[in-house]
């Protein structure tokens, strides 16, 4: 069975962002367990995930085109 080169990189991209979104989850959790208590409203906090996330889809699309580069 032939896998396409596109699809291994978008499965290593996908990878990444499920792997760094549960650890960042585990640190809040973790946070708010030991006493951290936000001020910000739930959208604020939905609006900062989503632009974590994009972060981390970005650097995980330069890292795997920095590999594609590399010999």
Known sequence: ???GAPAVLAGHVAASI???TAS???VFTVALLIGFRPAARPLAW???SGLLLAFVAAVSWLSAATGLLAR
């Open 24 to 26: 960042t989850v585990l």
């Open 46 to 48: 939905l609006g900062v």
């Open 18 to 20: 499920v792997r760094n």
């Open 1 to 3: 069975m032939d896998v």
